[in-house]
């Protein structure tokens, strides 16, 4: 089916592109890779996190001035 196909294409960048993005480097992105929370700014909800690359690292849950992880989407060798 043409349009199931077309569907599929659909990135989890585009997906998700509605939520806020984070961007974190260095001990943040470590942080973040291995599932530890960050301090942010952005208002609670979900967002996505992105290292300065513009890799796509995690979905987070945004409470109380901390983006905490929920599904990280990176492996520890990749930010290492």
């Given at each position: 089916?043409p349009i199931?196909?077309?569907?599929?294409?659909?990135?989890?960048?585009?997906?998700?592109?509605?939520?806020?993005?984070?961007?974190?480097?260095?001990?943040?992105?470590?942080?973040?890779?291995?599932?530890?929370?960050?301090r942010?700014?952005?208002?609670?909800g979900?967002?996505?996190?992105?290292?300065?690359?513009?890799?796509?690292?995690a979905?987070?849950?945004?409470?109380?001035?901390?983006?905490?992880?929920?599904?990280?989407?990176?492996s520890?060798?990749?930010?290492?």
């Open positions: 089916d199931k196909r077309e569907i599929a294409k659909i990135s989890l960048e585009r997906l998700l592109e509605e939520w806020p993005l984070i961007e974190v480097s260095g001990i943040d992105e470590h942080k973040v890779a291995h599932g530890n929370a960050v942010s700014e952005g208002e609670p979900l967002a996505r996190i992105f290292n300065k690359q513009g890799e796509f690292l979905v987070a849950a945004v409470e109380s001035g901390w983006a905490r992880p929920r599904v990280v989407l990176t520890r060798a990749s930010v290492e």
